[in-house]
Antibody, heavy 122, light 106 residues
């Protein structure tokens, strides 16, 4: 079964760092882009950025450039989303997602992780 | 970035109703338009890609149409499990962008 499994919910304080993960299985992880999507409480979906695990080529939305860091370790089929200094406004659900087509970053997202809820509160 | 505008933001419907949701792109995206369904507490689920192709396993009561800038998602006969929020997404160019969502409620 093709799936993406994300790390568990996190509760952090403002200023703390955080790295959440997304592990792929059931397919060739290095050959499919992995995207990160944010969903603020009660709001819509925002594409944050995308990484190609095969060579770690990474692209960011302008809205998130410099705010987060996306990385991947193809040896363990895992992608990461990282913050160096969290803010309360980072409180959201974060999803990883895989496009339908191998090697294509701009495509429909066929496979989604279950989401990681990040809560940032003093 | 390409802006995606969905309408209406919400709608009330009953089981058996025909429901239509529209999505407009700020510039031509050819047929690179995808539709998702999201239920509370769950990840989005791909319903339709490249405007009109039904994802495997999705019931045939869902259909999509359109090209260029104007697109439509239609549910021919609303079922109880269809009450959810629906999002369009363009995958014509990076960054991919989503519409604001349409909540279908009783």
């Amino acid at each position: 079964e093709v799936q993406l499994v994300q790390s568990g919910a996190e509760v952090k304080k403002p200023g703390e760092s955080l790295k959440i993960s997304c592990k792929g299985s059931g397919y060739s992880f290095p050959t499919y882009w992995i995207a990160w999507v944010r969903q603020l409480p009660g709001r819509g979906l925002e594409w944050m950025g995308i990484i190609y695990p095969g060579d770690s080529d990474t692209r960011y939305s302008q809205s998130f450039q410099g705010q987060v860091s996306i990385s991947a370790d193809k040896s363990i089929s895992t992608a990461y989303l990282q913050w160096s200094s969290l803010k309360a406004s980072d409180t959201a659900m974060y999803y990883c997602a895989r496009p339908r087509i191998v090697g294509t970053g701009t495509d429909a997202f066929e496979i989604w992780g279950q989401g990681t809820l990040v809560t940032v509160s003093a | 970035d390409i802006q995606m505008t969905q309408s209406p933001p919400s709608l009330s419907a009953s089981v058996g109703d025909r429901v239509t949701i529209t999505c407009r792109a700020s510039q031509s995206i050819r047929s690179y338009l995808n539709w998702y369904q999201q239920k509370p507490g769950k990840a989005p689920k791909l319903l339709i890609y490249v405007a009109s192709t039904l994802q495997s396993g999705v019931p045939s009561r869902f259909s999509g149409s359109g090209s260029g800038t104007d697109f439509t998602l239609t549910i021919s006969s609303l079922q109880p499990e269809d009450f959810a929020t629906y999002y369009c997404q363009q995958s014509s160019s990076a960054p991919v962008t989503f519409g604001g969502g349409t909540k279908v409620e009783v």
